[in-house]
């Protein structure tokens, strides 16, 4: 098993409409998350760390589910400009601290 | 404020061709990281290191060296290019808090032939 797993899509989405993303995690000790965003042949930024309380980032909403290991993405008021892939990033800290784990990327295409 | 750089942004060698790729970062960030990332397999940790002085070897580094003989710097060498090693590169750099995130550079796009 994978240890971070993405839905590769594409999500095909009109603009304005939300779309969400899911991301599970295997190691249940894994300590960090992230979101990250990458466009075709460009490297991957940051687009915001997930917090265990959930965070908010104008648009963007990230949640996080120990329980059940995974962590969320919700983008709202989609824009073309939001067209991506979008990769899960999961860190699992402690004696593992340099050891980050990629998700394939779930890419999003969003229409006029 | 620059961030990561990578140098150079794109590279055509022989089989058999060494050539070093240079990663520098201006945030003073202690860790530093090479990733490699093909089609269909994600970003791979070729070599890493947590201080000036110091490296590490990832998921896959056969066929790469590295140094970080200053902290801002980190390079990866490649003594004898081979196909296989035709990739995008991608360093990355963190500071040494907990749950930092990576930082990474625009990638150097390298084709072996």
């Known amino acids: 098993r994978k240890e971070v797993e993405q839905d590769p899509g594409p999500f095909n989405v009109p603009e304005g409409a939300t779309v969400a993303f899911n991301c599970t995690y295997s190691?249940?000790?894994?300590?960090?998350f992230f979101w990250y965003r990458q466009d075709c042949r460009k490297e991957p930024k940051l687009l915001m760390s997930v917090y265990s309380s959930g965070n908010e980032d104008g648009r963007f909403t990230a949640q996080l589910n120990r329980a059940s290991q995974y962590i969320s993405l919700l983008i709202r008021d989609s824009k073309l400009s939001d067209s991506a892939t979008y990769l899960c990033?999961?860190?699992?800290?402690?004696?593992?601290?340099?050891?980050?784990?990629f998700g394939s990327g779930t890419k999003l295409n969003v229409k006029p | 404020n620059a961030g990561v750089t990578q140098t150079p942004k794109f590279r055509v060698l022989k089989t058999g061709q060494s050539m070093t790729l240079l990663c520098a970062q201006d945030?003073?960030?202690?860790?530093m990281y090479w990733y490699r990332q093909d089609p269909g397999m994600g970003l791979r940790l070729i070599h890493y290191s947590v201080g000036e002085g110091t490296t590490a070897k990832g998921e896959v580094p056969d066929g790469y060296n590295v140094s970080r003989l200053k902290k801002q710097n980190f390079l990866l060498g490649l003594e004898s290019a081979a196909p296989s090693q035709t990739s995008v590169y991608f360093c990355a750099s963190r500071s040494d808090s907990r749950n930092s995130p990576l930082h990474f550079g625009n990638g150097t796009r390298l084709t072996v032939t």
């Open positions: 190691n249940s000790a894994s300590q960090s």
């Open positions: 945030m003073n960030h202690e860790y």
């Open positions: 990033v999961v860190n699992r800290g402690g004696y593992n601290f340099n050891k980050f784990y």
